[in-house]
Protein backbone atom coordinates (compact mmCIF):
# COMPACT_ATOMS: atom_id res chain seq x y z
CA UNK A 1 0.00 0.00 0.00
CA UNK A 2 1.49 3.70 -1.18
CA UNK A 3 2.26 5.61 1.63
CA UNK A 4 2.12 9.39 1.74
CA UNK A 5 2.73 11.30 4.70
CA UNK A 6 0.24 13.44 6.99
CA UNK A 7 0.75 17.23 5.97
CA UNK A 8 -0.38 17.95 9.30
CA UNK A 9 2.01 15.90 11.08
CA UNK A 10 3.87 18.63 12.59
CA UNK A 11 0.64 20.37 14.04
CA UNK A 12 -1.19 17.19 16.13
CA UNK A 13 0.79 18.50 19.27
CA UNK A 14 4.30 17.19 19.11
CA UNK A 15 6.36 19.42 21.63
CA UNK A 16 10.29 19.52 20.63
CA UNK A 17 13.19 20.24 22.41
CA UNK A 18 16.32 21.55 21.89
CA UNK A 19 19.36 19.09 22.34
CA UNK A 20 22.11 20.24 24.84
CA UNK A 21 24.19 23.26 23.44
CA UNK A 22 23.02 21.58 19.80
CA UNK A 23 20.89 23.11 16.64
CA UNK A 24 19.25 19.79 16.91
CA UNK A 25 15.09 19.62 18.56
CA UNK A 26 14.20 16.15 19.14
CA UNK A 27 10.22 15.17 19.60
CA UNK A 28 10.45 14.67 23.29
CA UNK A 29 8.80 10.88 22.50
CA UNK A 30 11.11 9.18 19.94
CA UNK A 31 10.44 5.78 18.57
CA UNK A 32 13.12 2.65 19.68
CA UNK A 33 13.52 -0.49 17.65
CA UNK A 34 14.79 -2.39 20.35
CA UNK A 35 11.91 -4.74 20.79
CA UNK A 36 8.97 -5.28 17.97
CA UNK A 37 11.14 -4.71 14.36
CA UNK A 38 13.40 -7.64 14.32
CA UNK A 39 12.84 -11.08 11.87
CA UNK A 40 11.19 -12.70 14.62
CA UNK A 41 7.92 -10.09 14.28
CA UNK A 42 5.07 -8.98 12.33
CA UNK A 43 6.75 -7.22 9.27
CA UNK A 44 3.69 -5.25 8.50
CA UNK A 45 2.97 -4.08 11.99
CA UNK A 46 6.26 -2.42 12.06
CA UNK A 47 5.69 -0.59 9.01
CA UNK A 48 2.15 0.49 10.59
CA UNK A 49 4.37 2.03 13.48
CA UNK A 50 7.03 3.72 11.85
CA UNK A 51 4.12 5.41 9.63
CA UNK A 52 2.18 6.50 12.45
CA UNK A 53 4.78 7.72 14.87
CA UNK A 54 5.45 9.67 11.53
CA UNK A 55 2.78 10.94 10.82
CA UNK A 56 2.37 12.58 14.53
CA UNK A 57 5.54 14.26 14.46
CA UNK A 58 8.53 11.59 16.06
CA UNK A 59 11.19 12.53 13.74
CA UNK A 60 13.49 10.57 16.34
CA UNK A 61 14.25 6.81 15.24
CA UNK A 62 16.49 5.07 17.46
CA UNK A 63 18.57 1.76 16.85
CA UNK A 64 21.79 -0.26 17.38
CA UNK A 65 23.47 -2.88 15.52
CA UNK A 66 22.09 -6.01 18.16
CA UNK A 67 18.55 -5.03 17.82
CA UNK A 68 15.95 -7.65 16.76
CA UNK A 69 16.25 -10.63 17.59
CA UNK A 70 18.01 -11.26 15.25
CA UNK A 71 20.74 -9.26 15.83
CA UNK A 72 20.88 -6.83 13.01
CA UNK A 73 17.28 -7.62 11.93
CA UNK A 74 15.64 -4.30 13.23
CA UNK A 75 17.82 -2.50 11.16
CA UNK A 76 17.49 -4.36 8.12
CA UNK A 77 13.81 -4.23 8.70
CA UNK A 78 14.02 -0.38 9.04
CA UNK A 79 15.88 -0.27 6.03
CA UNK A 80 13.62 -2.00 3.92
CA UNK A 81 10.92 1.05 5.29
CA UNK A 82 13.22 3.92 4.84
CA UNK A 83 13.60 2.62 1.40
CA UNK A 84 10.08 1.90 0.48
CA UNK A 85 8.20 5.06 2.59
CA UNK A 86 10.45 7.58 3.50
CA UNK A 87 13.23 8.47 0.75
CA UNK A 88 11.37 11.55 0.18
CA UNK A 89 11.65 12.32 4.17
CA UNK A 90 14.74 11.45 5.30
CA UNK A 91 15.69 14.75 6.11
CA UNK A 92 13.24 15.12 8.37
CA UNK A 93 14.45 12.38 9.93
CA UNK A 94 16.98 11.60 13.11
CA UNK A 95 18.67 8.26 12.94
CA UNK A 96 20.61 6.73 15.31
CA UNK A 97 22.10 3.56 15.86
CA UNK A 98 25.09 2.23 18.32
CA UNK A 99 27.78 -0.23 18.91
CA UNK A 100 29.54 -2.16 21.65
CA UNK A 101 27.25 -5.42 22.77
CA UNK A 102 28.05 -8.49 21.46
CA UNK A 103 27.42 -8.93 17.83
CA UNK A 104 29.28 -11.42 16.02
CA UNK A 105 31.68 -14.34 17.15
CA UNK A 106 35.38 -14.32 17.52
CA UNK A 107 37.45 -11.65 19.29
CA UNK A 108 36.30 -8.21 17.82
CA UNK A 109 32.98 -8.78 17.30
CA UNK A 110 32.06 -7.07 21.00
CA UNK A 111 33.29 -3.74 22.90
CA UNK A 112 33.99 -0.63 21.61
CA UNK A 113 37.95 -0.95 20.04
CA UNK A 114 38.01 0.98 17.33
CA UNK A 115 37.82 -2.76 14.55
CA UNK A 116 34.64 -2.82 16.53
CA UNK A 117 33.03 0.48 15.96
CA UNK A 118 34.00 0.85 12.52
CA UNK A 119 33.17 -2.62 11.66
CA UNK A 120 29.73 -2.07 13.64
CA UNK A 121 29.06 1.15 11.76
CA UNK A 122 29.72 -0.16 8.32
CA UNK A 123 27.47 -3.18 8.90
CA UNK A 124 24.75 -0.84 10.15
CA UNK A 125 24.88 1.34 7.15
CA UNK A 126 24.16 -1.33 4.71
CA UNK A 127 21.64 -2.60 6.79
CA UNK A 128 19.76 0.48 7.02
CA UNK A 129 20.77 1.21 2.97
CA UNK A 130 22.10 5.06 4.38
CA UNK A 131 25.05 6.36 3.75
CA UNK A 132 25.46 7.94 6.94
CA UNK A 133 23.19 7.84 10.71
CA UNK A 134 22.82 11.18 12.20
CA UNK A 135 24.12 10.16 15.54
CA UNK A 136 26.50 6.93 16.36
CA UNK A 137 26.75 6.15 19.93
CA UNK A 138 29.11 3.95 21.88
CA UNK A 139 26.93 2.14 23.31
CA UNK A 140 28.60 1.27 26.03
CA UNK A 141 31.74 2.04 28.83
CA UNK A 142 34.00 -0.81 27.58
CA UNK A 143 36.47 -1.10 30.85
CA UNK A 144 38.79 -3.82 28.47
CA UNK A 145 39.47 -1.07 25.53
CA UNK A 146 41.67 2.19 25.99
CA UNK A 147 38.53 4.91 26.33
CA UNK A 148 40.80 7.40 24.04
CA UNK A 149 40.79 4.25 21.76
CA UNK A 150 37.08 4.47 21.47
CA UNK A 151 36.54 8.04 21.54
CA UNK A 152 39.06 9.21 18.82
CA UNK A 153 37.08 6.27 16.58
CA UNK A 154 34.19 8.58 17.03
CA UNK A 155 35.88 11.50 16.13
CA UNK A 156 37.01 9.86 12.86
CA UNK A 157 33.75 8.86 12.58
CA UNK A 158 32.33 12.26 11.93
CA UNK A 159 35.31 12.99 10.34
CA UNK A 160 34.54 10.07 7.52
CA UNK A 161 31.14 11.63 6.73
CA UNK A 162 29.58 8.60 8.17
CA UNK A 163 27.94 10.03 10.90
CA UNK A 164 26.67 13.73 11.84
CA UNK A 165 27.00 13.68 15.53
CA UNK A 166 28.08 11.05 17.88
CA UNK A 167 26.46 9.67 21.30
CA UNK A 168 27.30 7.69 24.46
CA UNK A 169 25.22 5.35 25.88
CA UNK A 170 25.11 3.82 29.58
CA UNK A 171 28.82 5.56 30.77
CA UNK A 172 29.47 5.77 34.09
CA UNK A 173 29.48 9.51 35.74
CA UNK A 174 33.70 9.86 35.32
CA UNK A 175 33.59 8.49 32.31
CA UNK A 176 31.08 10.43 30.33
CA UNK A 177 33.04 13.29 31.99
CA UNK A 178 36.08 12.10 30.18
CA UNK A 179 34.07 11.94 27.13
CA UNK A 180 33.07 15.39 26.73
CA UNK A 181 36.26 16.56 27.12
CA UNK A 182 37.89 14.48 25.55
CA UNK A 183 35.24 15.44 21.97
CA UNK A 184 35.30 18.68 22.77
CA UNK A 185 39.44 18.70 22.84
CA UNK A 186 38.88 17.34 18.96
CA UNK A 187 35.90 19.92 18.17
CA UNK A 188 33.83 17.34 18.13
CA UNK A 189 29.96 17.85 20.48
CA UNK A 190 28.93 14.88 22.22
CA UNK A 191 25.09 15.28 21.36
CA UNK A 192 23.11 12.59 23.16
CA UNK A 193 24.06 10.48 26.71
CA UNK A 194 21.53 7.58 26.75
CA UNK A 195 20.53 6.02 29.58
CA UNK A 196 18.47 4.15 31.23
CA UNK A 197 15.52 6.50 33.51
CA UNK A 198 11.93 5.81 35.12
CA UNK A 199 10.31 6.28 38.42
CA UNK A 200 12.00 2.97 39.13
CA UNK A 201 15.50 3.42 38.22
CA UNK A 202 16.21 7.19 39.04
CA UNK A 203 20.31 6.64 40.00
CA UNK A 204 21.26 8.93 37.12
CA UNK A 205 19.60 12.49 38.82
CA UNK A 206 21.65 12.64 40.70
CA UNK A 207 24.82 12.50 38.82
CA UNK A 208 24.84 11.69 34.91
CA UNK A 209 21.71 13.68 34.26
CA UNK A 210 22.90 16.96 35.60
CA UNK A 211 26.48 16.24 34.86
CA UNK A 212 25.59 16.18 30.75
CA UNK A 213 23.14 19.53 31.63
CA UNK A 214 26.32 21.15 32.40
CA UNK A 215 28.36 20.13 29.86
CA UNK A 216 25.41 20.54 26.96
CA UNK A 217 24.54 17.35 26.02
CA UNK A 218 21.39 16.26 25.64
CA UNK A 219 19.70 13.31 27.78
CA UNK A 220 17.82 10.43 26.06
CA UNK A 221 16.09 8.22 29.05
CA UNK A 222 15.54 4.89 27.42
CA UNK A 223 12.89 2.19 29.34
CA UNK A 224 11.12 4.92 30.46
CA UNK A 225 7.98 2.57 31.65
CA UNK A 226 10.56 -0.04 33.14
CA UNK A 227 9.78 -2.94 30.36
CA UNK A 228 6.21 -2.60 31.35
CA UNK A 229 6.28 -2.45 35.24
CA UNK A 230 4.67 1.11 35.29
CA UNK A 231 1.59 0.03 33.09
CA UNK A 232 -1.63 -1.52 34.32
CA UNK A 233 -0.61 -4.51 32.75
CA UNK A 234 1.03 -6.73 36.16
CA UNK A 235 -1.64 -5.19 38.50
CA UNK A 236 -3.09 -8.73 38.21
CA UNK A 237 -0.51 -11.13 37.84
CA UNK A 238 2.15 -11.54 34.94
CA UNK A 239 0.02 -11.85 31.76
CA UNK A 240 0.48 -14.53 29.01
CA UNK A 241 2.80 -13.39 26.16
CA UNK A 242 4.07 -9.99 28.52
CA UNK A 243 8.25 -9.29 28.50
CA UNK A 244 8.10 -10.94 32.17
CA UNK A 245 6.48 -14.32 30.81
CA UNK A 246 9.39 -14.87 27.96
CA UNK A 247 12.03 -16.41 28.73
CA UNK A 248 14.15 -14.15 26.21
CA UNK A 249 12.47 -11.23 27.81
CA UNK A 250 14.59 -8.04 30.15
CA UNK A 251 12.16 -8.27 32.93
CA UNK A 252 11.96 -11.24 34.73
CA UNK A 253 8.90 -12.85 36.14
CA UNK A 254 11.03 -12.42 39.61
CA UNK A 255 10.96 -8.46 39.16
CA UNK A 256 7.55 -8.32 39.46
CA UNK A 257 6.97 -8.90 43.55
CA UNK A 258 4.13 -7.84 45.86
CA UNK A 259 6.10 -4.91 47.00
CA UNK A 260 6.35 -3.51 43.44
CA UNK A 261 2.74 -4.22 42.25
CA UNK A 262 1.75 -2.09 45.48
CA UNK A 263 3.73 0.52 44.69
CA UNK A 264 2.33 0.16 41.25
CA UNK A 265 -1.08 0.43 42.34
CA UNK A 266 -0.88 3.27 44.14
CA UNK A 267 0.84 5.06 41.40
CA UNK A 268 -2.17 3.62 39.08
CA UNK A 269 -4.74 5.25 41.09
CA UNK A 270 -2.94 8.80 41.07
CA UNK A 271 -2.92 8.54 37.12
CA UNK A 272 -6.42 7.66 37.34
CA UNK A 273 -6.61 11.07 39.66
CA UNK A 274 -4.77 13.27 36.76
CA UNK A 275 -7.01 11.26 34.43
CA UNK A 276 -4.15 9.21 32.33
CA UNK A 277 -3.26 5.88 32.45
CA UNK A 278 -0.34 4.92 34.30
CA UNK A 279 1.79 4.73 31.10
CA UNK A 280 0.82 8.28 30.39
CA UNK A 281 1.65 9.56 33.57
CA UNK A 282 5.10 7.78 34.24
CA UNK A 283 6.23 9.07 30.58
CA UNK A 284 5.01 12.99 31.56
CA UNK A 285 6.85 12.65 34.83
CA UNK A 286 10.26 11.29 33.33
CA UNK A 287 9.44 14.73 30.75
CA UNK A 288 9.54 16.79 34.10
CA UNK A 289 12.83 17.50 33.80
CA UNK A 290 14.12 19.77 30.84
CA UNK A 291 17.23 18.72 30.80
CA UNK A 292 15.87 15.59 29.43
CA UNK A 293 15.80 15.80 25.22
CA UNK A 294 13.33 12.91 24.29
CA UNK A 295 12.29 10.07 26.15
CA UNK A 296 12.55 6.49 23.61
CA UNK A 297 8.93 5.02 23.47
CA UNK A 298 8.76 0.99 22.65
CA UNK A 299 5.29 0.03 21.43
CA UNK A 300 4.46 -3.46 19.56
CA UNK A 301 1.25 -1.98 18.01
CA UNK A 302 -0.60 1.30 16.96
CA UNK A 303 -3.02 1.27 19.53
CA UNK A 304 -0.08 1.38 22.14
CA UNK A 305 1.77 3.88 19.79
CA UNK A 306 -1.55 6.23 19.98
CA UNK A 307 -1.78 5.51 23.79
CA UNK A 308 1.67 6.64 24.50
CA UNK A 309 1.24 10.00 22.40
CA UNK A 310 -1.77 10.62 24.71
CA UNK A 311 0.51 11.57 27.53
CA UNK A 312 1.26 14.92 25.77
CA UNK A 313 -1.99 15.88 26.47
CA UNK A 314 -0.92 16.35 30.66
CA UNK A 315 2.87 16.46 31.04
CA UNK A 316 2.55 19.35 34.18
CA UNK A 317 2.68 18.14 37.88
CA UNK A 318 1.62 19.93 40.74
CA UNK A 319 4.39 19.56 44.07
CA UNK A 320 1.55 17.87 45.60
CA UNK A 321 1.64 15.18 43.21
CA UNK A 322 5.19 14.98 43.20
CA UNK A 323 5.74 14.83 46.55
CA UNK A 324 2.98 11.88 46.29
CA UNK A 325 5.27 9.85 43.62
CA UNK A 326 8.26 10.65 45.74
CA UNK A 327 6.73 8.77 48.55
CA UNK A 328 5.14 6.21 47.28
CA UNK A 329 8.78 5.54 45.26
CA UNK A 330 10.70 5.15 48.60
CA UNK A 331 7.54 2.76 50.08
CA UNK A 332 7.10 5.44 53.40
Not at 101 to 130: E, T, V
Not at 191 to 209: C, G, K, P
Not at 243 to 255: H, I, N, S, V, Y
Amino acid sequence: MFYQADAQRYQKGMIYRKCGNSGIQLPVLSMGLWHNFGSADVFDNGVAMIRHAFDNGITHFDLANNYGPLPGSAEENFGKILKKDFQAHRDEMIITTKAGHLMWPGPYGDGSSRKNLISSLNQSLKRMQLDYVDVFYSHRYDATTPIEETLQTLVDIVKQGKALYVGISKYPLNEATFAYNYLKEQNIQCLMHQDRYSMFTRAIEESVLPNAAEYGVGFIAFSPLAQGLLTNKYLHGIPEGSRAARPDGFLKAEQVTDEVIAKVAQLNKLASERGQTLAEMALAWTMRNESVSSVIIGASSVKQLNDNLKCLENLSFDSQELILIDRILSGK
